[in-house]
Every structure is written in structure tokens, then in C-alpha cells.
């Protein structure tokens, strides 16, 4: 039984920073993909940032440079730090493990003022 957790969402001033973690139970957690994607109201869900097994990263352009991926194997968790932060990017943020038929967390609340 695969189980993820997500922590870390808040409400942050505009320019402020977050760090988003993504606990995912199960053996081998070394061995997949994680992703982070994100739902605001009304609109649809889209991805935002995949860290592979390889530990290779990639970014939805909106938030390169601003945001990073990383994961931490030993602790079976993914984070996702987020500094410059913009009104647009307040959403769910969701934690998402490839594999198997796919994994979805709960989702954390990133709201952030202008």
C-alpha cells in the first residue's frame, strides 16, 4: 500500500519562499519518479516539476529558476522549494509517484498575497 503526504503549504507574501515536502511510504522509493503538480480554483490540474530515479529534473517553464526539486531517498521524501513566489502560483499542490498505476497525495494549500 503506497501512501504519500504532502506538508509544508502556508499562506506567503508575493516574493516570499515555501518548501513543500512529499513523504511517500512503500518500498523502493529510490526507484521512482515523483512529480509535483498543481490545481487552482477553476482551473485544471497541471504539472509543475518531476525528479526522476536518476535524480534528472525537469520544470514547467513558469517556474524555473524559481522553483527546485530534490528528494532525499534515505527519508523516502521529495521536496519542492519554491522562492519568488507569485500570486499565479497559489494552488493545491499535489505530490504524484509514477509507477504502478500512479500514486496521488491529498494535496497541501500554497495561497499566496499580493
Known amino acids: 500500500q503506497v501512501q504519500i503526504m504532502e506538508s509544508g503549504g502556508g499562506l506567503v507574501q508575493s516574493g516570499g519562499s515555501l518548501r513543500l515536502s512529499c513523504e511517500v511510504s512503500?518500498?523502493?522509493?529510490?526507484?521512482?519518479?515523483i512529480s509535483w503538480h498543481r490545481q487552482a480554483p477553476g482551473r485544471r490540474r497541471e504539472w509543475v516539476a518531476t525528479i526522476q530515479d536518476s535524480g534528472t529534473t525537469d520544470y514547467v517553464n513558469s517556474v524555473k529558476g524559481r522553483f527546485t526539486i530534490s528528494r532525499d531517498n534515505a527519508k523516502n521524501t521529495v521536496y519542492l522549494q519554491m522562492n519568488s513566489l507569485r500570486p499565479e502560483d497559489t494552488a493545491v499542490y499535489y505530490c504524484?509517484?509514477?509507477?504502478?498505476?500512479?500514486?496521488w497525495g491529498q494535496g497541501t494549500q500554497v495561497t499566496v498575497s499580493s
Open positions: 504524484y509517484r509514477w509507477g504502478g498505476g500512479g500514486y
Open positions: 512503500g518500498i523502493a522509493f529510490s526507484s521512482y519518479a
